[in-house]
């Protein structure tokens, strides 16, 4: 979707970035492990065709995808934003004749940020995201049904089992928005910043001027 295309999100560990050019190669690294292809049910790219992929994410109008940056990181200037990238999430409209529905996928690629905390804030921050600014109404999320760690966390933002895939030995976990989501889930919504990608990528970058030799 071109709607995040210059949003930026800032939470208190992450910052959520739209899916650019700059950040294919670094993604296309991680889409070459085997075990994230199967968390993802994904199957392999070369990286001309991840570039389409990710020039598709950005004009499809049924997908909004963010890279998930490792805030502490991202706020040292010198570090390119390449190198602050953990992960990814996605909005996916699957439904043409339901626009108020999504499927949201969040994906923790660098083993070491897993279990930290962040897909939970992640998911909060999307979330918060899909509701007020894409008019998102249900969310469901597909699960392996091994993922434990993953199902209760859903669990806790109010989502309850839909179906169970024998076949694909994944659970659909679905919530419908209502007023007690936004009170135990959102609260005052002082948990999330939104602001100019563009400008702000720009500032940081002035910000760290290498030394001429």
Known sequence: MRINEDTLLEGEKVVLVPYNAEHVPRYHQWMCSPDLQKLTASEPLTL????????SWREDDDKC????????????ASVPEQECMVGDVNIFLTD??????AELEIMIAVPCYRGKGIGKEVT????????????IRKFEVKIGLDNKISI??????????????EVFQEVTLGVTVNEALHK??????????????????DSRQATFTPLSL
């Open 184 to 201: 135990h889930v959102f609260g005052n919504m002082d948990f999330m910043l939104q602001r100019e990608y563009g400008k702000t990528r």
């Open 124 to 135: 909060r921050m999307m979330m918060c995201y899909g509701i007020h600014k894409l008019g």
């Open 96 to 101: 043409p004749s339901d626009p108020s529905l």
């Open 65 to 76: 995808t963010f890279i998930i940056l490792d805030k502490q990181k991202w706020a040292d």
């Open 152 to 165: 209760a966390m859903f669990k806790k933002f109010h989502f309850k089992e839909l179906s169970i895939s």
């Open 48 to 55: 001309e065709q991840e570039y389409d992929m990710q020039t």
